[in-house]
């Protein structure tokens, strides 16, 4: 009887097809004190590392799957703390003229199209940045 074959995420070879996805990886094994050269591991070596790097909601490797670095438990907070300061704000006169509203603390409740947590620098200058202050 054969092995039941668990759902997968990325291959190691798909993920060293792209430059972008091999990149996050690199960034990611650096930011952790390991080796970031990819052709020192095996391919399924970087496939079992993509898989868990891909459940942190902080890592780059999740942050390229569309995680925004935050996770379950604390958007709930975000979420719970929006709520009450709306009803604490329909409480007060502001509310009841409709303004100075609070502004949403949860990343859910914001309008898309704000970058937070970005920079300008291309993904080689960031992967040089760090290599330059990582520690031995």
């Known amino acids: ?19 972008l996805h091999a990149e ?5 094994l650096t930011l952790r004190g390991a080796d970031p050269e990819l052709g020192h591991y095996t391919v ?8 868990v790097l891909a459940h942190d909601p902080r890592s780059t490797v999740a942050r390229v799957g569309g995680s925004d670095g935050h996770t379950a438990s604390e958007h709930l907070l975000f979420l719970s703390l929006d709520e009450l300061r709306v009803a604490n704000w329909l409480k007060s006169k502001d ?41 031995p």
């Open 95 to 135: 509310g009841a003229k409709g303004r100075n509203r609070p502004k949403p603390v949860s990343p859910l409740a914001r309008k898309p199209g704000l970058r937070t947590g970005r920079t300008d620098r291309s993904p080689a200058e960031v992967m040089a940045l760090l290599r330059r202050h990582r520690t």
């Open 24 to 28: 996050a990886l690199a960034l990611d």
């Open 1 to 19: 009887m054969g092995r039941a074959r668990r759902g997968r995420g990325k291959s190691g070879a798909a993920i060293l097809a792209s430059p």
């Open 44 to 51: 399924g070596r970087i496939g079992a590392l993509w898989a």
